[in-house]
């Protein structure tokens, strides 16, 4: 069985096609512009003749232009290929074997949003937490990682301090080897993780 995993919940948008159970290659997409198309013609390129049984993209939270494509994308195909498209939450990328992670990235107008794991389980929804309370919602002493570093990393680093570990940034095949290891995190029928209306990037 092929799979195709997408992630576009960044500007640095993703591929990884999964064959029987293993990551057999992953690219990263070039044209990830809010208006360009020509993203389409590198998953094509990509896949050259390989048919697909299921399309996974990440659902964010992230760019809305780039999610909706994704998911615009992996819907259009499976019309013509009869493929599932199922979806699961971006920040899965970053699940851990073991122990507890805090995804922390930027929601806009003060607001962050937040996907607690304790070891690859995510502990509750993705959520979204004013500013000033930012500290109350992630427990102390777990290690938080961001996608959106360049925006926010300023503000984690003194709201965590050495609890703080670094921007992240996930990608179709971690995002692959996540739904390998937890199925469980694969959703029927995807939506977009949208936390706030839609701010252009």
């Known amino acids: 069985m092929n799979t195709l995993f997408i992630d576009r919940s960044t ?83 970053f699940a851990p074997t073991e122990g507890p992670l805090a995804v922390v990235g930027d929601a806009r107008r003060g607001k962050y949003w937040v996907a607690l794991f304790d070891g690859p389980k995510l502990v509750t929804n993705i959520f979204q937490v004013d500013g000033e309370m930012l500290h109350l919602r992630v427990p102390i002493g777990v290690k938080v990682v961001t996608p959106d570093a360049a925006r926010i990393e300023s503000l ?25 290891a937890n199925p469980s995190f694969l959703v029927s029928e995807p939506l977009p993780v949208y936390l706030n209306p839609a701010v252009r990037d």
Do not use: H, M
């Not at 760019?63 to 498209?85: D, M």
């Not at 301090?161 to 996540?178: E, H, K, R, W």
């Open 156 to 180: 984690l680093k003194e709201t965590f301090g050495s609890d703080y570990a670094g921007g992240v940034c996930p990608t179709a095949s971690a995002l692959a080897a996540a739904a390998l």
């Open 11 to 93: 500007d640095k948008g993703s591929l990884a096609l999964v064959k029987d159970g293993v990551v057999v290659a992953s690219a990263e997409l070039n044209s990830v512009g809010i208006n360009s198309g020509a993203w389409v013609s590198e998953v094509r390129a990509f896949l050259a003749d390989a048919s697909l049984d299921g399309i996974v993209v990440g659902t964010g939270p992230g760019s809305f232009a780039g999610i909706r494509a994704a998911l615009a994308f992996a819907q259009g195909y499976a019309i013509g290929s009869a493929c599932t498209v199922k979806g699961l939450p971006s920040p899965c990328a």
